[in-house]
């Protein structure tokens, strides 16, 4: 019987068989049937056109990386950091960086020289990729890290004297350096976060924990496109800084044949334009995008006629605003919603595209396969039934090795018993469809008392709560975490509004 299955013992496992996960790198993993699409643009910029093919990128990735080993002599193991805007060459740069054994970490391109400083120096970066435009303060950082070697720099002119070199050359150059092998357990990328508390952490994310994701959401109810999809566009605005933009976005749609057409920041016009000039079947978004799309008179039905599968992941969108959505667009378009966090390679829920999942309001989904969690009481600990709130708990091959040097935090955020804290708090019901309703880092003490504010009134929060009218008022209750992780979305996407369109 199906809630026995997905139920003993209060631990829900995924509705989805089990899958095997490769023992592959990454690169080899993306790129290993793509043979067949090398005439096909895989990654194009929205602004300036220009594109690379599946058969260009995968040369250019093979360049880079056995330049960066013979001309730019680094080693299995150092981190290279990215400080970049959305620019179609962001596969080729990463993926060539992977290929080469080294370690991948990435920074927001508007953060202050400090806070940079402070992120390279923690995961000790040994060279740094950039544009022109942020050259002068990356030259300034990197003299501060020891045992630094080089710095990339696409496009613009080039400094020799500075040790800077030309990303267009390492791609250019023919190398036949061995490249090393990788094993499933090294350290493929450190994106940081501040996951429950804190300031941002390096996230330790492997090969295996990278790959992992993308085969969990590969298949027909997730992310696998039907076979008159692939080969269509795919359009994003979400940065690739971003482990949402990086691996559920530019790694999930190289993985399975679309053409990624990105936008390296978010105006209303470009993102029109966009929408105008290439006709997207899918989009990638946070709610506060499908917000602007749903609401503003410059949208018309007419931009979003291609439009057939979106996905929206970082924060709630609600049923209203997916209601909203539909009606400006007259169709019944497919939304589908992911949840998860940096320290899960990001996903661990996703909405099926399936008939049940169309009857559920305000889910983020169920568990992808090789997925486990619990949902823990706030009030005694105890493992919650379906319908009670708690803190979700998870497990499964996409759960980060743990934070970069530091065991306080490893000691935090793991049980003793191998559970990762998400700090969400959630509720599952009995098909185990899975409900955010609000985060526990924001939690406050009162008395001793777990709750939260809302409206300037502390609520304590319900414990067992049995009657679905009292769970439809916690739900009711949720506007302040709705505005806090609406906030934190929000500022990923407007990340995007401030950098400059630039190369
Ligand atoms: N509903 C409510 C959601 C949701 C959510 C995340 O910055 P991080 O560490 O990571 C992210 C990850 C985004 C993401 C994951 C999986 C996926 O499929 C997808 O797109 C389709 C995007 O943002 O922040 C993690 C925190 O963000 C909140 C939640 O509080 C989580 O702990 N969050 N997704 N659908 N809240």
Known sequence: NRKARYMSNKIVTSPFPTVEIPKESLVQHVWKNTDKWDDVPVSTCATSGRNYTYGLARQAINNLAQALIADCKLQ?????ALVLPNIPENIIISHGISLAGLTLTFANPLYKEDELKRQFQNSSVKAIVTISLFLEVILRVASQLPGYKTTICVGGEIDEIKNVRSLQNLIMENHTSDLPEIS???IALIPYSSGTTGLPKGVLLTHHNLVANLVQTDHNELCRPTPEEVNKKALTVLPYFHIYGYNSIMNTCAKIGLTLVSLPKFTPEDYIRALLEHRPYFLFVVPSL????????AVTKNHLASVEVITSGAAPATEGLLQKFREKVGRDVTIKQG???TETSPVTLFTPRNKMASTKKDTVGVLLPNTEAKVVSLIDETDCEPYSPG???????QVMLGYLNNNKANTEIFTQDGWLRTGDVVYYDKDGYFYVIDRCKELIKVKGNQGRHVDGKFHELIPDEEEFEHRAEIRENVSEHRLCVARKADSLFQQTQGLWNCV
């Not at 499908?290 to 008179?297: G, N, V």
């Not at 803190?391 to 091959?397: A, I, M, S, T």
């Open 76 to 80: 299995p193991g150092d981190v290279v």
């Open 184 to 186: 499933p357990q090294d």
């Open 290 to 297: 499908l917000l602007f799309l749903a609401s503003s008179s």
């Open 339 to 341: 949840y998860g966090m």
């Open 391 to 397: 803190e979700l708990y998870v497990k499964g091959p």
